[in-house]
């Protein structure tokens, strides 16, 4: 087995250790008082952590985050997985013109959907709701194309054992094709929910009741009220804001390996 370079491990460590440099201390400032970091003492607590839940309603913002995100997630992998075997297997009229529709959505800013956005589902009723923040975000442009050309490295004659077993094109989706591009499918799916959970834009404009705040709101909405009354109260945000990565660092840790291996057999494709 060839031996690692010292070199080369010891500047990995470095370079993650610079990246990481910014979640560690804001995490060590979550556990000291504010009296304690304006004064430069060491004071361990974990008031911060039980008042941002507590009396700034972080739960409530946790559960909505944990709702959306896992909705958007779940709903858009099943619309861009099912467009990804479309045009990955099928020739229609039209096809080559509507994947062509879909890539271009990859160059169309994301802002410029707002306001169109806002005016259609505040003439449906669905603002302020959960639907209003999960519908927009259902359709995912690059997650369909980067299926597409993940399955389209899966050779036709699995699809076609199939079809000759009497298996319908759903059930050639669900138990050969998805089985094959799990790693794919869970790298996409990763990159929905951190999409989706850091999203602070749509959220903001499209909800105006507290009760549907997500955690990036609830965030900037801490930081604005000031808890500190005079001096920005950091540990209490830092808190807060730990609140809000740790699920995405769970999540990562879960699907990291997949979502490795489904990045680069899919960019080999």
Same mark, same amino acid.
């Given at each position: 087995?060839?031996?690692?370079?010292?070199?080369?491990?010891?500047?990995?460590?470095?370079?993650?250790?610079?990246?990481?440099?910014?979640?560690?201390?804001?995490?060590?400032?979550?556990?000291?008082?504010?009296? =304690?970091?304006?004064?430069?003492?060491?004071?361990?607590?974990?008031? #911060?952590? $039980?008042?941002?839940?507590?009396?700034?309603?972080?739960?409530?913002?946790?559960?909505?985050?944990?709702?959306?995100?896992?909705?958007?997630?779940?709903?858009?992998?099943?619309?861009?997985?099912?467009?990804?075997?479309?045009?990955?297997?099928?020739?229609?009229?039209?096809?080559?013109?509507? /994947?062509?529709?879909?890539? +271009?959505?990859?160059?169309?800013?994301?802002?410029?959907?707002?306001?169109?956005?806002?005016?259609?589902?505040?003439?449906?009723?669905?603002?302020?709701?959960?639907?209003?923040?999960?519908?927009?975000?259902?359709?995912?442009?690059?997650? +369909?194309?980067?299926?597409?050309?993940?399955?389209?490295?899966?050779?036709?004659?699995?699809?076609?054992?199939?079809?000759?077993?009497?298996?319908?094109?759903?059930?050639?989706?669900?138990?050969?094709?998805?089985?094959? +591009?799990?790693?794919?499918?869970?790298?996409?799916?990763?990159?929905? /929910?951190? #999409?989706?959970?850091?999203?602070?834009?749509?959220?903001?404009?499209?909800?105006?009741?507290?009760?549907?705040?997500?955690?990036?709101?609830?965030?900037?909405?801490?930081?604005?009220?000031?808890?500190?009354?005079?001096?920005?109260?950091?540990?209490?945000? $830092? =808190?807060?804001?730990?609140?809000?990565?740790?699920?995405?660092?769970?999540? /990562?840790?879960?699907?990291?390996?997949?979502?490795?291996?489904?990045?680069?057999?899919?960019?080999?494709?």
């Amino acid at each position: 087995m060839k031996r690692e370079n010292p070199f080369l491990v010891a500047l990995a460590l470095l370079g993650g250790l610079v990246f990481l440099a910014p979640v560690l201390y804001s995490i060590w400032i979550s556990f000291q008082t504010a009296q =304690a970091y304006y004064t430069g003492r060491l004071e361990f607590t974990l008031d #911060n952590y $039980m008042v941002a839940v507590g009396q700034y309603n972080f739960a409530r913002y946790l559960l909505n985050s944990v709702i959306v995100s896992g909705l958007v997630t779940i709903l858009g992998l099943t619309v861009a997985t099912l467009a990804a075997f479309a045009f990955a297997r099928y020739t229609f009229r039209g096809g080559n013109l509507l /994947f062509g529709a879909v890539v +271009a959505t990859l160059m169309i800013p994301s802002h410029i959907s707002l306001i169109p956005n806002y005016l259609t589902l505040a003439k449906a009723g669905l603002l302020d709701s959960y639907a209003g923040l999960i519908l927009p975000a259902i359709s995912n442009g690059f997650a +369909a194309f980067f299926l597409r050309q993940y399955i389209r490295g899966i050779p036709r004659a699995l699809d076609e054992a199939a079809y000759m077993d009497g298996a319908t094109p759903l059930k050639v989706l669900w138990r050969v094709i998805v089985p094959i +591009a799990r790693p794919a499918i869970l790298s996409m799916g990763l990159y929905i /929910f951190l #999409n989706e959970w850091n999203n602070y834009i749509w959220p903001l404009v499209a909800v105006g009741k507290e009760d549907l705040y997500t955690l990036q709101i609830g965030l900037a909405r801490l930081y604005r009220i000031n808890p500190g009354e005079g001096l920005i109260d950091w540990p209490l945000v $830092m =808190a807060a804001s730990t609140i809000t990565i740790l699920p995405v660092l769970l999540g /990562f840790l879960l699907v990291e390996r997949h979502l490795v291996r489904g990045i680069t057999m899919g960019a080999v494709k």
